[in-house]
């Protein structure tokens, strides 16, 4: 089993930045990769991005490239995201989850996932 808490979310302004944090505890972080999704009212679930156990490899939805970079620290059992030039249409939940299947846009790959942090962007 994995637990997953994300923090750092909030109510920001339009080209504001904000970092989420995702700590993990239980099973051995390092042995999985790890998915940033998002979900806004009425819409469903996306994918924002993903990052290998190892740190070394990333990919990232279209509408957050070049805005949001992931990072890990296996050390710590935190993965990051770092969202910059923030938008109003990335107001959503946004989840972290963890995956043995590499860091897929499919949410059915993940096994574990935390309870979500609210980010909210005002116009």
């Known amino acids: 089993q994995v637990q997953l808490v994300e923090s750092g979310g909030g109510l920001v302004q339009t080209g504001e930045s904000l970092r989420l944090s995702c700590v993990a505890s239980?099973?051995?972080?390092?042995?999985?990769?790890m998915g940033w999704f998002r979900q806004a009212p009425g819409k469903k679930r996306e994918f924002v991005g993903g990052?290998?156990?190892?740190?070394?490899?990333?990919q990232y939805a279209d509408s957050v490239k070049g805005r949001f970079t992931i990072s890990r620290d296996n050390a710590k059992s935190v993965a990051y995201l770092q969202m910059n030039n923030l938008r109003p249409e990335d107001t959503a939940l946004y989840y972290c989850?963890?995956?043995?299947?590499?860091?897929?846009?499919?949410?059915?790959?993940?096994?574990?996932w935390g309870q979500g942090t609210q980010v909210t962007v005002s116009s």
């Open positions: 989850a963890a995956s043995d299947a590499g860091p897929t846009e499919i949410a059915s790959m993940y096994d574990y």
């Open positions: 239980g099973r051995t972080f390092s042995s999985y990769d």
């Open positions: 990052i290998t156990w190892s740190g070394h490899g990333t």
